[in-house]
């Protein structure tokens, strides 16, 4: 009983420590993009916008007002919704309303879980494709330590670790896709319409950034064992007739669970936030293509919105990430 009560209190503290850092980036966030010099109200409507239109945009997003309302208004618009004007009608934007796009005049909130599934279905596969490939090459390179195998695998993650994912891409397009045709060009087929499909077109994406990200896991995984190969304890299971492979696998990948769980947990997140260099290069129109095309239109709420998206999945997957490693070393919860 003693031992649930420790792991909920755990579980509350990482939880309210995860929404302070939400309310601490979304007010970085704020400041940054909406109180940097010049005419915020011109550049979020956009250069073609009327005199009339820079004022509509100015009122919506009280930039009269002193800097902590515009802040306590937006943030109520994250709980609450906002009411805006069209200039014909009034539209309500339902909480969490991260505002309008002046330049395709929808809801930030809808552009971003319209393409949402396909950065997840992105980000998802990848990851079990570089925790299978990494983890299970790091495993046999601590195992084959001092061998001809673990050099060759510790070449080609150095290798891997240095390549740009655009590079990958575009070889594994023209390999794959091109020359041997095993796999057509990628297009998002939504899971629900064919899951065949949809993971046959994403095989691709999903292979190029497996193998850049798999590089790290490997690399991390054989570090992680091999400094727990050389302690104490592991000596005294060796003394005592204890197979190798054994201690491997029961014992040795256990103190690599930690890092890997860290790790994951960012790669995920920040995947999640957008895949820019993956998405723009298959041509996936994921939550990253639409960031660069709002970049390039200057769309500040739907750059904001992105921006904040990213965060909430990176602490949201850091906060899972310290719960799973309380659940697999029940020590944390006692730190």
């Known amino acids: 009983m003693s031992a649930l009560h420790?792991?909920?209190?755990?579980?509350?503290?990482?939880?309210?420590?995860?929404?302070?850092?939400?309310?601490?980036?979304?007010?970085?966030?704020?400041?940054v993009f909406y109180a940097a010099p010049g005419d915020v109200a011109q550049i979020t409507c956009g250069q073609r916008c009327s005199p009339a239109q820079v004022r509509?945009?100015?009122?919506?997003?009280?930039?009269?007002?002193?800097l902590y309302v515009r802040y306590l208004h937006f943030l109520q618009g994250l709980f609450t919704g906002h009411d805006y004007s069209t200039g014909t009608s009034v539209e309500h934007c339902p909480a969490p309303c991260l505002g309008l796009s002046y330049q395709s005049d929808q809801q930030v909130m809808q552009l971003i879980l319209a393409k949402l599934p396909v950065?997840?279905?992105?980000?998802?596969?990848?990851m079990v494709l570089w925790l299978l490939l990494g983890v299970g090459t790091g495993v046999l390179a601590a195992w084959r330590r001092g061998r001809l195998e673990e050099r060759i695998l510790t070449g080609v993650t150095l290798a891997g670790w240095a390549t740009p994912v655009f590079v990958i891409g575009l070889l594994l397009m023209i390999v794959v896709c091109g020359q041997l045709q095993l796999l057509p060009f990628p297009q998002y087929v939504p899971f629900t319409e064919d899951p065949e499909q949809w993971a046959w077109n994403l095989?691709?994406?999903?292979?190029?950034?497996?193998?850049?990200?798999?590089a790290k896991y490997a690399r991390l995984t054989r570090s992680?064992?091999?400094?727990?190969?050389?302690?104490d304890h592991v000596r005294t299971f060796r003394a005592y007739g204890v197979g190798e492979r054994k201690i491997v696998g029961r014992h040795a990948l256990r103190g690599a669970v930690g890092p890997l769980i860290a790790?994951?947990?960012?790669?995920?997140?920040?995947?999640?936030?957008?895949?820019?260099?993956?998405?723009?290069l298959f041509g996936l129109p994921g939550i990253g293509r639409e960031l660069v095309h709002a970049v390039n239109v200057v769309d500040l709420p739907v750059v904001v919105g992105m921006v904040l998206l990213t965060g909430f999945f990176v602490v949201l997957a850091n906060a899972l990430a310290d719960v799973l490693f309380a659940v697999a070393d029940r020590r944390t919860v006692l730190s």
């Open 6 to 31: 420790g792991f909920l209190g755990f579980t509350l503290r990482r939880t309210l420590g995860a929404v302070v850092t939400l309310l601490a980036i979304s007010v970085i966030v704020y400041v």
């Open 263 to 280: 790790l994951n947990a960012n790669d995920l997140g920040s995947l999640f936030g957008g895949a820019v260099l993956t998405e723009s």
């Open 56 to 66: 509509q945009v100015t009122e919506q997003l009280r930039l009269d007002d002193p």
């Open 224 to 231: 992680a064992m091999l400094e727990t190969l050389a302690e």
């Open 203 to 214: 095989l691709l994406p999903w292979l190029s950034l497996a193998l850049i990200e798999a």
């Open 119 to 126: 950065t997840g279905s992105l980000a998802l596969g990848a």
